[in-house]
């Protein structure tokens, strides 16, 4: 009887051993299609967030334009640390579509790198054209740009020349 009661003992203890290992089996998986989800929600999200524009039209580009006198630095792509030569002041400006179907003019003042933002309709190309009076003497450029993916948004080709007194440009 005591082989009996040995032999039930043992099966009783192989059996939960058994359910043992199935339980960690079981949480081991649980673990793994956990972090499995968590990946793949990652995953989602950060497909979400690389699709989304963020509020940006996919029809529209950003240019950072620094009107500039004496010196500019070539740049492709404007980045916090691009400094230009005329520190908040007010500009006045038009840009215009090469072809002529788009125009705006408006007035700004630069920020403390010396740029000021247009926002343009995308794959055109553009002349904008500035005007700043210094001390009383107003100086006009222009500079070509493109709103193309591959354009540059850093626009630093604008230099401005003196205006000669005789010729009035009525900017206000």
Do not use: W
């Not at 009887?1 to 058994?18: L, V």
Request: charged share 20%; with cysteine.
């Amino acid at each position: 009887m005591s082989s009996q009661k040995s032999d039930a003992s043992k099966e009783r203890a192989r059996k939960k051993n058994q359910m043992l290992k199935k339980s960690k089996k079981n949480q081991m998986l649980k673990k793994r299609i956990s972090i499995g989800a968590i990946v793949i929600s990652s995953l989602v999200v950060i497909i979400l967030l690389a699709n989304s524009n963020f509020g940006i039209s996919e029809a529209t580009k950003s240019a950072y334009v620094a009107p500039y006198l004496s010196y500019t630095h070539p740049c492709g792509t404007h980045v916090p640390t691009c400094q230009a030569e005329l520190t908040n002041t007010l500009v006045h400006y038009s840009v215009d579509e090469i072809d002529g179907s788009y125009e705006v003019q408006s007035s700004v003042t630069t920020g403390d790198d010396g740029f000021f933002e247009v926002v343009v309709p995308t794959r055109k190309n553009y002349v904008i054209t500035m005007t700043i009076t210094l001390d009383g003497t107003d100086y006009q450029g222009s500079a070509e740009f493109g709103s193309y993916a591959s354009s540059s948004d850093c626009i630093t080709e604008g230099q401005l020349f003196q205006v000669p007194e005789s010729i009035s440009l009525n900017v206000a």
